[in-house]
């Protein structure tokens, strides 16, 4: 089955065609970065005026890059949640309507379903079930999947997701959107031990996170220097650095714990803070000590693309299900509320 695929939940437009016997046969991303650099952040309103801009020219584009003519497909899936309302409702309107002039299925996907299955667009796929981390800007969470739609929340963020931290953080450093990719930039200059940041929640037992603190703590350490006139250009970067590693090792300490309480023996991270170069190399050297597998997206798909979409979207038409003619997109969608594909 060969399916179209449509990303627009928040300011990246995606477009792809997965193809289940030859696998994704091609896919183009737009970003908005340009067009929300000079607010310091997403501003709602221009994403969904972008998103109307650049989602057809893409699909063309798309559909030339994989040499096929328009209707040459046998699904289309867009994201249906969650994410911002007037951003989703373009690619959902728009993938609807070119699966009813197409006479084929549609569905809504939900975008950290597509996150979590985007490793298995890999060469050495995770196989069920596994452990998944999902860190992106909404959401840091770590489930146990045991197939499509079977998905047990172990624990989750009980305040800022890892990747709204890192924005944040970002913006105190005096960095600009997106603020993640930036602050690694920098932390990349930083000396390690030279500032000390806590690992929230690490100290009892659970698997929840809470990365509020880190930021507070980022912001007293500013301060500090500020205040004693220590605040250069190296001491932001040991200060990202710090930020940086606490993080990360607070992701890694939550994912040892979790693969041990659950017994599994396959680790998937997904989402746009698995884009991170030194949470990957940390999760690899867990990788080692534990004998377990570790499994990441490429960089590109960590962060959102149309290839998850279609790919996701791709096993739940394949197994029957598909929406109906309703345009119904959700903001706010808890992945828990999922169930397997259904005829
Ligand atoms: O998955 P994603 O593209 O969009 C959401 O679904 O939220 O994730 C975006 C988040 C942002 O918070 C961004 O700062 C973060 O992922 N991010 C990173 C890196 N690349 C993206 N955070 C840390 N290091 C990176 N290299
Ligand atoms: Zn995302």
């Known amino acids: 089955m060969r399916v179209l695929g449509i990303e627009t939940s928040c300011d990246e437009t995606g477009v792809a065609v997965y193809d289940s016997d030859r696998g994704l046969l091609a896919h183009a991303l737009f970003s908005q970065v340009g067009l929300h650099e000079a607010y310091g952040g997403v501003v709602p309103e221009l994403a969904s005026r972008d998103h109307v801009r650049k989602l057809l020219p893409l699909v063309t584009e798309v559909l030339a890059q994989a040499g096929l003519a328009a209707g040459e497909v046998d699904g289309v899936a867009f994201t249906a ?3 911002l ?9 728009a993938g609807r309507s070119l699966a009813w002039a197409w006479d084929v ?52 963020s009980v305040d800022d997701a890892a990747g709204e931290a890192f924005d944040k953080t970002a913006k105190l450093l005096g960095l600009g959107y997106p603020g993640g990719p930036a602050l690694a930039r920098l932390a990349m200059q930083g000396r390690p031990g030279k500032f000390q ?5 690490t100290q ?77 190399e940390q ?25 998850m979409i279609a790919f996701a979207g791709c096993q739940r038409l394949m197994a029957g299900e598909s929406g109906d003619l309703s345009l119904a997109v959700r903001p706010r969608w808890p992945m828990t509320e999922l169930s397997p594909p259904a005829a």
């Open 81 to 83: 949640g969650p994410g």
């Open 105 to 156: 299925p549609a569905i809504g996907v939900h975008h950290m379903e597509g996150h979590l299955l985007a490793p298995m667009l890999e060469d050495d796929p995770p196989a069920f079930p596994f452990v998944a981390l999902l860190v992106s800007g909404g959401h840091t969470q770590l489930v146990a999947v045991q197939g499509i739609g079977r998905y047990r929340l172990l624990g989750e």
């Open 197 to 201: 940041f806590p690992r929230p929640m």
């Open 283 to 307: 999760l690899q050297q867990l990788s080692q000590s534990m004998g377990v597998q570790v499994c990441l997206p490429r960089p590109a798909f960590c962060t959102d693309n149309g290839a």
């Open 85 to 93: 309302i007037g951003a989703l409702l373009v690619g959902a309107m």
């Open 204 to 280: 009892k037992p659970g698997l929840d996170f809470s990365f509020s603190g880190l930021k507070t703590h980022a912001l007293t350490t500013i301060r500090e220097a500020e205040a004693s006139g220590s605040l250069d250009e190296q001491t932001r970067a040991d200060i990202a650095y710090a930020f940086e590693e606490a993080v990360i090792d607070t992701l890694a300490i939550k994912c040892r714990r979790a693969l041990e309480e659950t017994g599994l023996s396959c680790l998937v991270i997904a989402g746009g803070v698995s884009a991170n170069v030194r949470l990957r």
